[in-house]
């Protein structure tokens, strides 16, 4: 019995092959682009979880300061289970060198080479360093590695000492400070005067959280996809539902019991899972191996994680691609599945009817919209906590998408009043009665749009602040690097006559309001009192600033400590200020504070100079660039000159903008795939509705055209309400995520351009979508539309 | 002649090879006359209506609507002959759903570009009621006169009926008869009628019946 | 002892920094011998204090103290304590480990602790002598004009067990083999050893559940060398004893290839008799130790000097569980003679 309600079930696909493929694609899309954003979030994580293990620092307190390696075996001495570390970048290169001491370093697999002991013995040496193996060939002239494959990339494990002699100190960054088995030990700090314990950095401190956000994104991203395939799903499953009602009808006229028919249902869409999930899955792999090599880019140059550029295929996607698809086609085909074993099966699909019935479930839907958006307002002028403001996001996009059917309906209606022809008069009521049948595909389309509005408007701001940002806080023309103090005081005679000013850059580290962070000294200089952008500021700052009244402290610490003007700040060891300003500080997930230089040297006499920015005119800039290499013998990376910072931030950017942008096409392509599908479906049902017109004396082509133009109307409508909503979700990333992710705050930037183009892209993708089923529609046999007419329907 | 059919042809392809529908039919409509089309069940009189109507092309023949061969027209001529010239009434009404009663009144004349006053057409239709509801909230008698007042308020020439009462009780039917008769006199238009009802057909000027394709 | 030791500070120099031992090439990199490293010479004479500090021309060297004590409440106790050194090159990188072990009859505490030798984290000072690595350290104990070594303080600590000993010396050092030149095995192989055995020990351990004041007899082992092992020798069995007789009797064979025992006998006062295959170990008991069978009880015979005895451990779950793991713990003997002492056994896998 069961096989032949499956035979009689199954014939519906074969006679509607389309509607089966719209099926399958959209559960393929929808699953595709969930598990290839899954995919590229799992790579990328497990390369910062290699890392973490490597350094295990973050979990770890420290011990900071002035330290060397005989205050490390000092500390051992004494009972402490610390073990020394530095963390620098490879000189010239951009790689983080990492030096530790293999005896005493927390165990990890990054070390296990070590069991070797020719390797070991090249490792104390200094004659060989540890690093992924993909990172080899970055190693600079006169460092070889060994590759070792639990290393993250971008990372070079040295011997603490080979450390040392790789960026010429005798210093060492700090201690960590493993557990120790026994009580009573002479504090640390007592031990090693100067030094300061640090506990592990809490917010805003590893590589998880700084890049999290960025995560968060794509993993909303692939969320949305999905929600865009769901509607595709759901709407085909709607309709072969509706359209096999007289088939159920008659199979249970026969006698096939109602539970049999559900289950026969249930097994369909169980094999409807397994097609799109395994072709999603796929899919999903291709997409996260195109997008892997920019994601990796992108996370390399925001943040310095490095990730792994090959992808690993674990089952666990596997699974959850499949989960994905399943619990989608639930969702989508639960209802009708409810509907199949409680409603009549008697009940007439009658267009009208349909529509009418939909009336309830729109005013239920702008209710339901309104409040999720009021939720959103709430959690906007609330919201704390990255969850929360994900929350706010979800609220945000889920209301407005509730709301665009009611919304629609409301704008068409009015038009229709002030149509004054019939054609037009029909264009418009004929655009609200397809409002129910598209609504899925138009809210897959809004929130597409949105997203992307949303997005490229926050990865936009970020670029033009951060560049903006770069502009002002690079404003000096060359930054040099001596050596030591004294190669710094010979730079400093010699440019002094041939450069407009010579700026000193001294800094220290101390623990700002208790964690970790950088004190600098800054000169004052008209440099600085134009070009520094300060979001908070007392009056006459930068005199005060130089009269060593107070400190100026970065946003981040300003934000996470809620020290502002006005208030105090505890700098550690640079002492207590009263705080003067706040500046922009993108990109650095640490505090930072600045006191007038002599108040800097006051706290610390100790720091010397060896970093200047220099100001020069533009077209100078080579030859004092080159005069200094020359006459100083000056390695290349110790003259950087400003406009290949700004370059290689620019570069940065791009790459982000390229992974947004490709991600951004899916997206939209997948909506329109959604809208074309719906379309495609309701053409079917849409012979009766145009063949009376037809009948009236429109031609075919003519009603094709109308379609068309309804379509495209539909979809720039949709845009005219994607924008504010694309809008407030940027304004949510940006004033609400990313101060919890990255604790500054960008102002918003609006492209209207963007805007243009964007709502061309989603008309030339709503034209593309109406076009097939507007051209069946305009080659229709005659025949076809005359079987409207005849009795024997 | 304001309907003039000369030994048309028309063939359909099936399943089972081509089944030829018409056969030759010839007749003509005079303006101000009606004309009773009867015959079996697939005798082919729908067909040779909806060929009338321009609605499809006839394989051979030529059908003449005011000296336009319609057969041979253009899709955009037979559409203007449909929109200004022709009026059709369904079985199944075909109303547009998306409109509702006023605007389904209106909306042919003003294809044609004709002025009409919504009001006075519901007033004699008896539809003043309902000229705000949505077509499906009628009943089929209401949602037929509706069609019937669609076609009338376009003042066509020739009015080309398909089983106009076939889906309506005998009285409502009869009712609706008599109000497209009565308005076709009125405006001198012609008035071809398919029926497979013999009472209706008496009550026609003229009839004409088709067997398996050609008149008998 | 030796081998064992040797095997253990390359292992461990080995597989400091990793999880997966890499047994092996321990054994093997002795066995190619050590190219560029001093190798012990027949006829050398020690010069103290000097030779009490570390050796770094010769690939391995260590400090290795042990005692069998007595404690308050009347029960058998024994600590160990050492530090290795071991030169990975000859002119590269200096790596130390520390071992602790401290055995009550029914519980063996272990520890060790690893360090780089450049920059104080460990290392040895001939005078006042000093060993420490970390926190654990044994160092002179006072002034006086005796030999360094004469008076020593011992402090090791691995948070769950430590013990606070001083050790005074009533005898002489004495020199193994010939005249501290000690051969391995037939083909040659030797290191240079001699020893401290004439410890009288007190202190105080600590425990789990509290201190104990502790009194005893402990002996100290230095020894250095750059290839004291062949390929074919899969471990040792180390016999420490101090007789009732006032006595001392230290005796090890290798294990595996050919067979090579040698025992010194020392007199009250001080003068070693060696002897080079006269000794008889046999294995009487094993015990399943950690997943392993190894001899608890042993018989040690000496006919030379008369000695037939039976040793048996004091706790035979005196597992060293460090990276590279042993068996080593205090012992007692009786037949012919009396004793207590340290046994210590590699190889057993």
Redo the contacts between chains.
Sequence with gaps: MMAAALRALGGHWRRHPLQLLTLVIGLALATGLWTGVQAINAQARSSYAEAAVVLDRDALPRLTGELTLQDFAAARRAGWNVSPVIEARVPGTSLRLVGLDPFTSPPGSATAPLGETETLVAFLAGETVLVAPNTLSELPVGLSGTGVDGIAPGIVLADIAAAQRILETDRIDALLILPTPRDGLTPLTELIPGSARQEPAGEGGDIGRLTDSFHLNLTAFGLLAFAVGLFIVHAAIGLAFEQRRPLFRTLRALGLPSRTLTLCLALELAALTLAGGAIGIVLGYAVAAALLPGVAATLSGLYGARVDGGLTLSPLWWLSGFAMAGAGLAIAGGRSLWQLATLPVLAPAMPRAWAQARISTLRLQAITGVALLAGAAILALTATGLIAGFLLLGALLLGAALLLPPLLMRVLSLGARSATGPVTQWLWADARQQIPGLSLALMALMLALSANIGVSTMVGSFRGTFTGWLDQRLAAELYLYAEDESQAREIARFLEDRVDAVLPIVAAQANLEGAPGEIYGLLDHATYRENWPLLDQVPDVWSRLAAGEGALVNEQLARREDVWTGTHVDLGSGGRWPVLGVYSDYGNPRGQAYLGLDAFRDRFPETSATRFAVRVAPERVEAVSEQLASTFDLAPDRVVNQAEIKQFSLNVFERTFAVTGALNALTLGVAAFALWASLTTLSGMRVPQVAPLWALGLTRARIAQLDLIRAVGLALLTALLAIPVGIGLAWALLAVVNVQAFGWRLPLRVFPVDWIVLSGWALLAAAAAAALPAARLWRMPPADLVKVFAHER | MLLSVRDVVKTYSTADGPQVVLDGISLDVKAGESLALTGESGCGKSTLLHLCAGLDTPDRGRIEIEGTDIASAADAERARLRREAVGLVFQQFNLIPSLTVRDNLTFHARLAGRGVDPATLADRLGLTPFLDRWPEQLSGGQQQRVAIGRTLAARPRLILADEPTGNLDEATGDAVLETMQEAASESGAGLLMVTHSERLARRMDRRLHLRAGQVA | MNGKAIRIV?TA??????????AS??FA?LGQGGEGFALPERGRAFTFPEDHGPHPEYRIEWWYLTAVLEGEDGRDYGIQWTLFRSA??PV??Q?WMGHFGLTTPEAHFSGER???G????AGVMAQPFAA?I??WRLERNGAGDGDELDSLRLSA????AGYELSFVATGPLVRHGEDGFSVKSASGQASYYYSQPFYDVGGTLRLPDGDVEVTGRGWLDREWSSQPLEDDQEGWDWFSLHLTGGERLMAFQLRGGTPFTYASWIEPDGTVTPYYGELVLDPLDLSDVSGRDVPTTWRLALPPEGVDVTVTAVNPQSWQGTLFPYWEGPVTAEGTHSARGYLEMTGYE
């Design positions: 390359l120099a080995l597989v400091a920094v990793s999880s997966t031992p890499a090439q321990g990199g990975l090159t590269g990188p790596v690893f360090a780089r450049d920059v104080g984290q420490w970390d926190d600590d691995t948070g769950e």
